[in-house]
């Protein structure tokens, strides 16, 4: 018997070094991730995520960002994303970005961007994922 997705629960710390870690397509995540690196989502996540590096997320998020490095968006988010560094947003947000580097918004972004230029911020009030 094959098994396609994994499954985490719980609190998942992820030590890394230059890129990496990454949660593949179809894998699925329940909790906390921490981690010291840069970090890939292809798969999805429903908790707190938090990177002292970049982040790159091409899959699904429900919950928490938090990034001292930038943030690229190419998947799906709702909740809350905070970071240091820039958030380049090409997929879908709903939610509340709180940056302090640019917003770059090519994707759909329904919320408030803080931080960013009075033209790349739009301004929501999202349901609980604060």
């Given at each position: 018997?094959?098994?396609?997705?994994?499954?985490?629960?719980?609190?998942?710390?992820?030590?890394?070094?230059?890129?990496?870690?990454e949660l593949r397509r179809g894998g699925s995540l329940f909790g906390d991730v921490e981690s010291n690196g840069d970090v890939r989502i292809n798969g999805s996540i429903q908790g707190r995520f938090e990177s002292n590096g970049d982040i790159r997320v091409n899959g699904s998020i429900q919950g928490r960002i938090e990034a001292d490095g930038g943030i690229r968006k190419n998947g799906s988010l709702v909740g809350k994303v905070e970071s240091n560094g820039d958030v380049r947003i090409?997929?879908?947000l709903r939610g509340k970005i709180e940056d302090n580097g640019d917003v770059r918004e090519n994707g759909s972004l329904i919320g408030s961007a803080s931080g960013a230029t009075k033209e790349q911020a739009a301004v929501i009030f999202f349901f609980g994922f604060f």
């Open positions: 018997m094959k098994i396609a997705q994994f499954i985490f629960a719980g609190l998942l710390f992820l030590s890394v070094s230059t890129v990496n870690a090409d997929g879908s």
